[in-house]
């Protein structure tokens, strides 16, 4: 019998009245974790910025399409993929951690079962990878809801009376996400947010350098420079779509790709224009809706205080019980990706 259940918003503000009719036992967001997300791959030395070599960049990885097609169709590139886990396996990872160690004692890996909301289908096939299984079998997160079925559960929710449930320890966790919700409220991110922290990060290493950005071709290019004077010291990209995608592939297997960190998204407009999102009755009104949605992730004008956000990561790393850089650390949030030989007909033997 299931004792607990968790439904993980993935990259959306908090909701809770969307989800009462649902009665679950708590509801967290997966932006709580693009700080340990970005501190595992970033923030390591605040004085340098990530690079891998000499006009190959550091490719995000949090994008589920993206690491498929990656891995069957542009071998060339895994190499670059960053290991860091996507935010939902990052909170899943946490959860399963925290969870029987601080809030419902004595409570078994295999008795929680997480839910994750997303507005991607593409995380259904993440959630079954097996690099995402517990050493009893158990996945990290056990379903993967889109936006779309979300919706379609509301308006025709199941019975949960009969259901069981627990007691929390409230003053726990609330005191566990306070640090972390604080600048996140501050800086929600509508797609990945890694390549803002990163460039958050710079910034903060050279207080007298000034970030530019130019759009290249549309606005799922765009490019940001951080300048020092007449010092180029860090170079990134948002790539969205396959179209920008193809280019960004051609250029790094040219070796002409001169950023630093490429943020990459299957999806034209990233997250927020997913395939899993609530349909709209016409077509054409996706892209407005997406908009839309992005205007609900604008800053407020309040700074992103990356110290502020630093300290909570540490909180988390405390509460863990495990030293940062360490290789128990490393494996809870980390992943490995793998190249996928192309099935022919001609290979196949019949």
Same mark, same amino acid.
């Given at each position: 019998m299931l004792l607990h259940s968790i439904l993980l918003i993935h990259s959306y503000p908090k909701n809770n009245q969307l989800v009462t009719s649902i009665d679950l036992d708590h509801i967290t967001e997966s932006t709580d974790d693009y700080? %340990?997300? /970005? /501190?595992?791959?970033? &923030?390591?030395?605040? #004085?340098? /910025?990530?690079?891998?070599g000499a006009n190959a960049p550091l490719i995000t990885s949090n994008c589920p399409g993206w690491v498929c097609y990656a891995e069957k169709k542009v071998h060339t590139l895994v190499p670059f993929l960053s290991s860091v886990r996507s935010a939902p396996q990052v909170t899943a990872a946490l959860l399963r951690r925290l969870l029987p160690a601080h809030v419902v004692p004595a409570l078994a890996n295999g008795d929680i079962f997480i839910a994750c909301v997303a507005s991607c289908?593409?995380?259904? !096939?993440?959630?079954?990878?097996r690099d995402f299984l517990d050493a009893d079998g158990t996945r990290h997160v056990n379903c993967v809801l889109s936006s779309q079925e979300l919706f379609d559960l509301i308006q025709n929710p199941p019975d949960f009376r009969h259901a069981s449930s627990v007691v929390w320890?409230?003053?726990?966790? /609330?005191?566990?996400?306070?640090?972390l919700l604080t600048d996140f409220d501050a800086a929600l991110f509508s797609s990945g947010g890694v !390549? #803002?922290?990163v460039v958050a990060s710079v910034v903060a290493s050279r207080p007298s350098a000034n970030v530019e950005t130019r759009t290249v071709r549309n606005s799922d290019f765009v490019e940001v420079t951080v300048v020092d004077g007449e010092e180029r010291v860090f170079s990134g990209a948002f790539v969205y779509g396959f179209r920008n995608i193809q280019n960004l592939v051609m250029k790094t $297997?040219?070796? $002409?790709?001169?950023?630093? %960190?490429v943020e990459v998204m299957a999806c034209p407009s990233g997250c927020l224009n997913g395939g899993g999102q609530i349909k709209p009755e016409k077509r054409e009104d996706m892209m407005l809706i997406a908009e839309k949605l992005k205007a609900l992730y604008v800053k407020d004008g309040r700074a992103f205080d990356l110290e502020r956000v630093r300290a909570g990561v540490r909180r988390v790393y405390e509460e863990l019980g495990l030293a940062e850089g360490s #290789?128990? !650390?490393?494996?809870?949030? &980390?992943?490995?990706?793998?190249?996928?030989?192309?099935?022919? %007909?001609?290979?196949? &033997?019949?």
């Open positions: 700080d %340990v997300l /970005s /501190s595992q791959a970033y &923030h390591a030395l605040p #004085e340098t /910025s990530p690079h891998i289908y593409d995380r259904k !096939l993440e959630a079954s990878r320890n409230e003053a726990w966790w /609330s005191a566990l996400e306070a640090p !390549l #803002e922290g $297997k040219r070796r $002409k790709c001169a950023y630093d %960190v #290789e128990e !650390l490393f494996a809870l949030f &980390h992943t490995r990706f793998h190249i996928i030989p192309e099935i022919t %007909v001609n290979s196949l &033997h019949w």
